[in-house]
């Protein structure tokens, strides 16, 4: 096509067929060549010319059609209709073209092309046109129905599915592409329109009268195994599904290649076709569910084994999940919970994986009570024990069997609303009877031994858990009954509750040595190495909660590794061993007691390279912070063990250092020991050794936030390695300039005081020479050297600021911050001397107790600011308030041992108590 064609097709003019050479117009009429002469060149062109194609592949149609040029379109359909079935280099037919323009002009040439495509000369070659027309597709294989629907053309489609029911021609609206799809289809997968009903309603009402001749069409597959409706549900174009199936009734029924049906692909859809993120979906799934069949699809499986609710939860879909789970707890039997997929996955691990949805962690609480209470209320209607068992199991009472016929066990194998039988009542209320209760009721209904309540916790886990006097009693009586009972009751110490954990974890959780030692050694397996389901074994599960004393420790322990000493060298699933495990958890006295028997444990680490040292802890409810004595000697107590004083130099994943890791962490009290025994070594190895991150010791006590003790001790013996982190005064070397603004602010203040003291000096000035009055009093003389002082010194701090900001020597910088809080220091007692003595001078004369009184306080002043001072004060207030708390004490211990010595004495006249009662009642 050369560029006066293009430009034709381009601009819309039409006088170029004019030209075109034939027998009827083999004249140019004067006023055409009137119009070109000055122009162009006048000639004429035959019909090849006018069938040229661009580079792009496009003909004057496919051109005129793209600039929106009707005329020109419509002389060029009369004279060239073979030209709209000419294909461009990406396929496109004119047809294609005006099928995406979503204009009235690409319409009328569609129109044009069916009604001219029709008068062909004869019948037999207007239909088969028709079929072209329609067929006709492109390098996609789209025919001009799937154009139109793919850019949501509704007009087109509504006229090309009249004009195919008009001329009976069916086959062109079943063409399918390259993937299998026909028309509804691709309309399915674009379809995109707002979300009001109003304008789902018009856009698909004008469709409607024509879909029917495309039935077949609902039921196509595409090469996915998609229907139609599938793949509106997939793409979430709720409202077309819907109306595809108000259409197509039976095409619901159909699966896609992985066995889904339309609620597993409502589950496990992506997108949404609303334009407003916040509108509410609910009422599009009701109306969904509500077709015949659909709610039956809630149990069916894909070939995976999930349900639809299965995958919603799987790709976090909370609107259609929380949807699915309200339609599953409105029935009574609720089969989903209950189906697991081929993975092995029930809906309730799913929900529990995941965590880091918080919609979908509260749904799966919200589920969990709900069946909780939907199990209670069938406990209360069916299995629930009345009060009159109940309180005889908390009372103990033996008779309870003997009023009532013993031979109705469904009487006594009710539970309460918690699922506990008599025998876990009975525990929980330990007395002195619960032994002869127990033994009577295990006696007549043996099976009650092993029966578990809603926790999953039998008789012996409840025992395990209540540290009461009974407890050790009730499980040596539980091994005496298992004895008895054989084949009744598994292995006591075998049996698990539902948080995974076995009777001696649970008794070593409660801190109950007692029962813990009973069921270690009348175990008939090694219970030292079970576990539970976190993987922790019973000395993990002390190492995590035990409190007794030294001494108890050290006996269980030992009694433990007698036992099989692995235990102490076992990990737990985040790959803790006890020791580490009693470390982090500030088990002091169950550290001390696995160092004891096992001290190569120390050498084990957790999996990011931790030692026994990284992890320790001291604080807790063992050790008191405010005792440093105490953590000087818990520190000793540590590294007398050979094994542990190894670790000091042991660096973890990222190079750090116990000591590294202590003051990163903020662990105060292990930085303090840690450093003590640092210091009292020979090489001091730890203050050289380098993180991955390049720090020193020295640099992250700049960096960090150190106790004074780590300071003062690292100062006394390498005091280069201090100075070159922070000041004396503990200011760090990244705090630098925001300390100095702050001293600057204080110094100009000062400056400022001082000053304005120098103007305007007491007593004022002598009107005949302009000097001051008091000039030769003593006092008065005093206040003007300290003013002076003060003055000075706080201007040449503000020097030195100046000097700290501007320079870029870290270490010169922080000698300097030193040297300014000093001055600024002198200048505060100087400004303090300044006050005193000038109101000295101007009130001793008069009032000489105000005076003195003025001195008095302004030294006091000066006396507790004075770092030793403020000390010892400090110390005196610890010891007020230890003696008061010591005095209260015996007085409260006094006062009770008076009160117990008062006997008893009976009331003689009861009613004259009751008034007196009764008067000083509220």
């Known amino acids: 096509m050369d560029d006066k064609l293009h430009a034709a097709a381009r601009t819309g003019d039409t006088r170029l067929f004019q030209q075109r050479s034939s027998q009827e117009n083999d004249e140019i009429s004067q006023e055409i060549v009137q119009n070109y002469k000055e122009k162009d060149e006048i000639g004429t062109y035959d019909d090849t010319y006018f069938c040229r194609q661009a580079e792009d592949g496009s003909n004057i149609i496919h051109i005129a059609l793209r600039h929106g040029h009707e005329q020109f379109v419509k002389e060029a359909l009369e004279r060239y209709f073979d030209l709209i079935f000419q294909k461009d280099s990406i396929g496109d037919t004119p047809l294609h073209v005006a099928a995406r323009l979503q204009t009235p002009a690409a319409l009328r040439f569609l129109q044009s092309s069916l009604h001219n495509g029709r008068n062909r000369d004869s019948v037999q070659n207007s239909e088969i046109e028709n079929l072209r027309i329609l067929a006709v597709s492109n390098s996609k294989g789209n025919t001009i129905l799937h154009e139109a629907a793919r850019t949501n053309n509704y007009e087109t489609i509504r006229h090309l599915l009249y004009w195919s029911r008009y001329t009976g021609n069916i086959e062109g609206i079943a063409c399918t592409n390259h993937n299998n799809e026909n028309f509804l289809h691709l309309l ?105 069949g659909v709610c039956d699809f809630r149990l069916a499986q894909d070939e995976d ?165 009974f407890s050790a009693d009730i499980i040596s009586m539980y091994y005496g009954s298992v004895k008895e009972m054989k084949g009744v009751a598994t292995n006591p110490s075998a049996v698990k509750n ?47 909660y035990g409190s007794s004393r030294n001494g108890d420790a050290k006996g269980f322990l030992s009694t433990l590794f007698k036992k099989d000493k692995s235990a102490a060298y076992i990990r737990d699933n985040q790959g803790f061993t006890p020791l580490l495990r009693a470390a982090m958890s500030a088990r002091f006295h169950v550290v001390k007691a696995i160092l004891d028997d096992c001290p190569q444990s120390a050498n084990l680490r957790d999996p990011n390279g931790r030692t026994f040292l990284h992890l320790v802890r001291f604080t807790g409810g063992e050790v008191d912070e405010s005792l440093t004595d105490k953590f000087e000697q818990t520190g000793k107590q540590l590294f007398k063990y050979p094994e542990v004083d190894l670790q000091r130099l042991v660096q973890d994943n990222d190079g750090n250092t116990p000591l590294h890791y202590a003051i990163k962490t903020g662990n105060s009290i292990v930085a303090i020991v840690l450093t003590q025994r640092c210091l009292e070594s020979r090489t001091r190895a730890e203050l050289d050794l380098v993180n991955k991150e390049g720090a020193t010791v020295s640099d992250l006590l700049a960096a960090h936030d150190v106790p004074n003790e780590v300071i003062e001790l690292i100062r006394k013996k390498e005091p280069e390695a201090v100075y070159s982190a922070r000041s004396s005064y503990g200011i760090h070397k990244t705090d630098m300039k925001y300390s100095a603004n702050a001293l600057s602010v204080v110094a100009g203040l000062l400056t400022t005081i001082t000053f304005a003291a120098g103007i305007q000096v007491p007593g004022g000035f ?157």
Request: aromatic share 10%.
């Open 188 to 292: 399915a997968r674009y379809a995109t329109y707002t979300a009001t009903s109003s304008s789902y309603s018009t856009k698909y009402s004008l469709m409607a009268r024509e879909l029917y001749i495309s039935a077949s069409c609902a039921y196509v597959r595409d090469k996915d195994g998609f229907t139609p409706v599938l793949r509106a549900v997939q793409c979430r174009r709720l409202r077309l599904a819907n109306f595809l199936v108000n259409k197509f009734p039976e095409s619901i029924k159909i699966f896609d290649n992985k066995y889904r049906t339309v609620l597993h692909h409502l589950s496990a859809a992506l997108v949404i076709d609303v334009v407003d993120d916040s509108e509410d979906i609910t009422p599009l799934l009701k109306k969904f569910i509500e077709f015949h």
């Open 766 to 922: 002598n009107e005949d020479d302009g000097s001051s009055v008091l000039l030769l009093k003593p006092a008065f003389q005093a206040f003007i050297v300290f003013n002076t002082f003060a003055m000075c010194g706080s201007m040449l701090v503000l020097f030195y600021l100046l000097w700290v900001m501007g320079i870029g020597k870290i270490h010169g910088s922080l000698m300097v911050l030193d040297l300014s809080i000093f001055v600024l220091r002198a200048c505060f007692y100087s400004t303090l001397g300044a006050f005193t003595t000038g109101v000295y001078v101007t009130t001793s004369e008069k009032s000489f107790w105000l005076a003195i009184f003025v001195c008095v306080i302004c030294f006091l002043t000066i006396f507790v600011t004075i770092k030793v001072s403020v000390a010892n004060i400090t110390r005196l207030g610890k010891w007020v308030s230890k003696s008061s708390r010591m005095m209260l004490s015996l007085i409260r211990g006094r006062y009770n041992a008076h009160m117990t010595a008062i006997p008893f004495q009976p009331v003689a006249n009861k009613d004259k108590v009751d008034v007196i009662v009764e008067s000083k009642a509220p």
């Open 305 to 469: 084994g999930n349900t639809p609710l299965h995958l919603a939860i799987m790709n976090e879909d909370v609107s259609t999940t929380k949807f699915l789970m309200e339609l599953c707890l409105r029935e009574e039997e609720r089969p989903e919970l209950t189906i697991i997929n081929k993975d092995g996955h029930s809906i309730f691990n799913l929900l529990s994986s995941k965590g880091h949805i918080a919609t979908l962690i509260d749904m799966a609480e919200k589920l969990n009570y709900a069946l909780t209470y939907m199990e209670e209320r069938q406990r209360v209607d069916k299995m629930m024990m009345d009060s009159e068992l109940y309180q005889a199991a908390i009372d103990s009472d033996v008779r309870i069997f003997r009023e009532v016929s013993t031979n109705s066990s469904q009487y006594f194998t009710r539970t309460s609303l918690d699922g506990s039988s008599i025998i876990h009542i009975a525990v929980r209320h330990a007395k002195p009877e619960t032994i002869m209760f127990l033994q009577h009721a295990l006696r007549l209904f043996p099976h009650l031994i092993s029966k578990p309540d809603s926790n999953g916790d039998t008789l012996v886990h409840l025992a395990a858990k209540c540290k009461t006097d």
């Open 498 to 544: 539902y948080k995974g954990s076995l009777a001696i974890h649970e008794a070593l959780q409660a801190d109950n040595l007692k029962a813990a030692k009973i069921l270690l050694e009348r175990s008939e397996f090694v219970a030292t190495t079970r576990i539970n389901d976190l993987e922790e074994t019973p000395l993990h599960a002390y190492a995590r």
